[in-house]
């Protein structure tokens, strides 16, 4: 039997003009060398079967083609007595890969930057892809500040042809940020400049933020930041001319310099509209915020622009092009500004496309949209759209595009996705107050039933004042323009008696009652509601209980039905649920008790919020409260469990919950028939934590009083108002939002029971 061996380089076969051997017909192909690859695999690459004619050209072929698939680092065809012999000898595969030193990342996000090199276990091990793997992991260090990091490879040999990769990671101190300088800089000082930027040197916070480690990106961003600090107070001209960045030798400090030029301060000459006018110019001028004498300003200049965009969208021009042009007097530093309006032609909505929804009936969001199908568009329409979805909390993501109807200058869709989340299930829940102490809680609630947008809620919560089982239900829409319609059957008890620090007289009382309920949209942030139901209250008294209570019961009996009356408005315009930085909360109620009980009595409140952005870091927060409430008829005076109490994390803090107002004589707060709140606070987030912290310095006013009667107090009992000031705290934590203070009692009397730590934790789980 004769043997001929092809062992050929690839690169040979192109330049060597002789063939290797003499063409032959394939009487059969044999496969050697395999250990993981499938013979089919080999097979399916080769360019001649069983029967045809092999010649120096197909070979050549076949073994440049196997080399190409990376599966191999050697392919040679061997011919044996008319069978074409094709031995491989295979890669190594990746069976494991491993981390020593690894602290600063979690070992599977730097798993799937190295995946995308092409490391990954299971995968053909390929030596210059390892060494492109090594980079993108200091690349990864580097992004945190480590430049000293040092990375060691090691590759073990393991059985059936595998490989293990093995990184031992000497990470490093991070590289610390020493220093900033700003150089060309006349106009401001250094240190207001550097307060626009994000990058710091280290700082008492920084340890958290890692504002205080270069990044790329950041720097970028700040360097944005300067220009628009620049161009916002009439340097037009303003530029970064270059930046350094050095490191030390040891790796650990790093040295940043920007030089600017300032350029000359520019004032604003003339300010004109031009263009196609849709729309008033007297109308789109008053829009220009933007004027004559003025500093010149990009932020106003912006503004501008997108005001005169809006009010375009709101009338269905959505590719409206608003652009300034200026023209710049160097001489007497002078801008004149030109607007450009090109509002394009009018568009309508050709659909509305909704996606994502694979509970919520499609009918549960439509009738949220206030942008119709076949209707003009109008920008406020669709962001009012977004923002109602966004309220409803059945969804952990809305997104809006309104892309242009391809073949067409007039027609765009809007295309909503959503995000679905949970908005039910079986919850437990636990809370801790410094009043109540440990509150423990459960219901069924379902906030979008069966995808109907209805709600049905069975809840029961305990704690040592306050026990409550209720069941409630409510649907949005019970008509079709948004009347709501709900209804409500509850028991509770109130036990004073059970708290360790008492503050409230002692009683106990014990409630039944149900109501239904109408609520009536009257605008997009604003509400009506009204609700009647009925009422039945045991009352029972202790030697200790205050006198009113006492001569309540002696006066109306311990049982007592009434039929109340409910009136709410609300106005919300809040920017935020959580955190607010701009807009007011307002809201109106009142509870009438009406003849056909046993008692006759109203008790009406107002709450008033506005918040203030400051700046982008604070927020200014008003809030004032006012309650009265009193009996008519034959009722003597306002039920004492009725009545308003203050003191407490909620309204005045640094005094016990529920402490102000009238005593009776055994010290203890009996509540009043008149109240008075009022709250200043200064808040901030916590850098980093923008979205699950807030702090607070907190100015507050507010007491209780009794008019006469039942709620009268003990004689000579100091009711003037009391003021207190501190720090507060919010935190949405994985466990529940938590709100913290710590109060100073500025006028506090001897009779006032302060608490300087006050606290209250709520939770789901």
């Avoid at 649907?475 to 708290?499: A, C, E, K, L, W």
Wanted: glycine share 10%.
């Amino acid at each position: 039997m004769k043997k001929s061996l092809l062992s050929v380089l690839v690169a040979g076969l192109f330049t060597l003009p002789a063939l290797a051997f003499e063409p032959f017909v394939v009487k059969d192909i044999r496969v050697e060398g395999i250990q993981r690859t499938e013979a089919g695999t080999v097979f399916g690459y080769l360019p001649v079967k069983v029967g045809e004619t092999l010649t120096d050209e197909k070979a050549a072929q076949a073994i440049k083609t196997l080399f190409a698939t990376g599966f191999f680092r050697d392919v040679r065809i061997e011919i044996e007595s008319g069978v074409m012999v094709v031995v491989v000898q295979e890669r190594p595969a990746i069976a494991q890969i491993d981390f020593v030193g690894l602290k600063e990342f979690d070992k599977d996000v730097i798993i799937k930057a190295l995946k995308e090199t092409g490391i990954a276990e299971g995968r053909i091990f390929d030596r210059a892809q390892l060494e492109k793997a090594e980079q993108e992991l200091k690349r990864q260090y580097l992004t945190k500040g480590k430049y000293g990091v040092t990375i060691t490879t090691t590759i073990t040999p393991l059985e059936r042809n595998r490989v293990g990769i093995n990184f031992n990671i000497e990470e490093g101190a991070s590289a610390k940020i020493k220093q900033i300088n700003i150089v060309g800089a006349k106009e401001f000082s250094e240190k207001d400049l550097l307060s626009q930027f994000e990058l710091t040197t280290p700082g008492w916070i920084t340890w958290y933020t890692k504002n205080d480690q270069y990044s790329r990106q950041k720097l970028s961003a700040d360097l944005e930041k300067l220009k628009s600090f620049y161009m916002n107070r009439g340097f037009l001209e303003f530029a970064v001319d270059s930046t350094q960045v050095s490191i030390s030798p040891d790796k650990r400090d790093v040295y940043i310099t920007i030089n600017v030029n300032e350029g000359a301060r520019y004032q604003v000459s003339s300010v004109k509209l031009a263009g196609d006018f849709t729309i008033s110019e007297e109308e789109l001028a008053k829009l220009v915020v933007i004027k004559p004498g003025d500093v010149f300003s990009r932020e106003k200049l912006n503004e501008s622009n997108k005001a005169i965009s809006d009010r375009l969208g709101k009338e269905g021009y959505a590719f409206s092009n608003v652009n300034a042009a200026p023209e710049i007097d160097k001489e007497k530093r002078q801008v004149a500004f030109t607007i450009f309006v090109d509002p394009g032609k009018r568009v309508y909505v050709r659909r509305i496309n909704v996606t994502g929804n694979t509970r919520t009936r499609d009918e549960v969001i439509r009738r949220e949209l206030r942008q119709m199908e076949g209707g003009w568009y109008d920008g406020e329409r669709v962001t009012a759209s977004k923002q109602r979805l966004d309220r409803l909390g059945y969804f952990s993501e809305t997104t809006i595009e309104t892309p242009a109807v391809p073949g067409t200058a007039d027609q765009l869709d809007v295309n909503l996705t959503v995000k679905e989340k949970p908005t039910g299930n079986l919850m437990l829940g636990a809370g801790f107050s410094s009043t109540e102490g440990i509150v423990l809680s459960g219901s069924i609630s379902q906030n979008n039933f069966l995808g109907s947008g209805n709600n049905v809620t069975i809840a029961l919560n305990t704690g040592k004042i306050n026990q409550v089982a209720s069941f409630s239900y409510t649907n949005p829409y019970f008509t079709v323009d948004g009347i709501s319609q709900g209804f409500d059957i509850y028991h509770r008890n109130v036990d004073t008696t059970s708290t360790s620090a008492t503050t409230v007289t002692p009683y106990k009382s014990s409630s039944n009652g149900a109501a239904v309920r109408f609520g009536f949209p009257i605008g997009e942030k604003q509400s009506l509601s009204f609700g009647m139901g009925v009422d039945q209250t045991s009352i029972s008294t202790f030697d200790n209980s205050s006198t009113s209570i006492k001569q309540f019961v002696a006066d109306n009996g311990e049982t007592n039905l009434t039929i109340p009356l409910t009136a709410n408005w609300i106005s919300d315009g809040k920017d935020s649920y959580l955190f607010p930085t701009t807009g007011w909360y307002q809201k109106a109620a009142l509870e009438v008790a009406i003849p056909g009980g046993d008692l006759t009595f109203y008790k009406a409140s107002y709450q008033l919020q506005r918040y203030f952005a400051l700046s982008r870091s604070f927020t200014l927060m008003l809030n004032g409260e006012v309650g009265y409430g009193d009996s008519y008829g034959d009722t003597k005076a306002l039920p004492f469990y009725k009545n308003f109490y203050a003191g407490g994390v909620n309204t005045v803090r640094g005094y016990k919950a529920g402490s102000l107002g009238p005593q009776d004589i055994y010290g203890n707060t009996i509540g009043g028939n008149e109240r008075f709140v009022g709250q200043t606070e200064l808040l901030w987030a916590l850098p980093g934590m923008e979205k699950s912290v807030r702090l607070g310095v907190f100015f507050d006013i507010g007491q209780v009083w009794a008019s006469g009667g039942t709620s009268a107090g003990v004689p000579g009992v100091d009711d003037s108002l009391r003021y207190s000031a501190g720090l507060s705290a919010a935190w949405i934590s994985p466990v529940g939002p938590l709100k913290v203070s710590y109060g100073y009692p500025i006028n506090k009397q001897d009779t006032d029971k302060t608490e300087a730590f006050q606290f209250q934790l709520g939770t789901t789980f």
